[in-house]
């Protein structure tokens, strides 16, 4: 199998198929990664990322990216592990929000 091409674009845009996740601050990788296998993607399976035709990253597993997110400080950024909002924190509905950054495409 071929590995999944996630392109970049724009500032803080990031598309593969029909997910779409924009981030200004953390970046979008991780946000699509988590999309992609949240909808039942393996997150064993490769994935490289350009931005327009240059490549930028991979092969790597999703999980590179969808385990990690990226902590900016004052003078440098650094990844960490990604931990989800506990569910708790969300009250008044048995709906949860949807996660930030992430945008339905219009078909």
Known sequence: MDPFRIELSGLGTATYGDFLATSLKGG??????????????????????????????????????????IVEG??????????PMPKELYTGSNRLPPPRGLLPIAR
């Open 74 to 83: 004052d003078k440098s950024a650094r990844r960490v592990r990604y931990t």
């Open 28 to 69: 979008p990788l991780g946000a699509i990664t988590r999309m992609m296998v949240a909808s039942g993607i393996c997150d064993m399976l490769p994935c490289v990322v350009y931005r327009g035709e240059t490549k930028c990253f991979g092969p790597l597993p999703l999980s590179h990216f969808s385990d990690y997110t």
